[in-house]
Nanobody, 124 residues
């Protein structure tokens, strides 16, 4: 079994920055590519960013490209999402997800493991 725990959410003013982290534990040998998704009440979970098992390939949603950066440590146990120039529309619960394939995916259903989520609120 794999456990994913997100941290780093909070309240930030528009234009500010936050760094989310996701720590993996348990059977981490079974996970490779990881992703970040977000969800607001009443809407479907949406793709934010994804990173390959090696960390060399990243995908971003158009809405965050150039502002958000995904990375992972060399051991592959922790992935991070650096969020800059935050906007009120970035407000959501952010989830970390993992899959067995080394290829990153933008589709929530292709991820078998999920964290509990962390709230990000962008407001003045």
């Amino acid at each position: 079994q794999v456990q994913l725990v997100e941290s780093g959410g909070g309240l930030v003013q528009p234009g500010g920055s936050l760094r989310l982290s996701c720590a993996a534990s348990g059977s981490i040998f079974s996970i490779n590519a990881m992703g970040w998704f977000r969800q607001v009440p009443g809407k479907e979970r949406e793709f934010v960013a994804a990173i390959s098992g090696s960390g060399h390939t990243t995908y971003y949603a158009d809405s965050v490209r150039g502002r958000f950066t995904a990375s992972r440590d060399s051991a592959g146990k922790t992935v991070s999402l650096q969020m800059n120039s935050l906007k009120p529309e970035d407000t959501a619960v952010y989830y970390c997800a993992a899959r067995g394939s080394t290829i990153p995916s933008t589709r929530p259903y292709e991820h078998g493991y999920w964290g509990q989520g962390t709230q990000v609120t962008v407001s003045s």
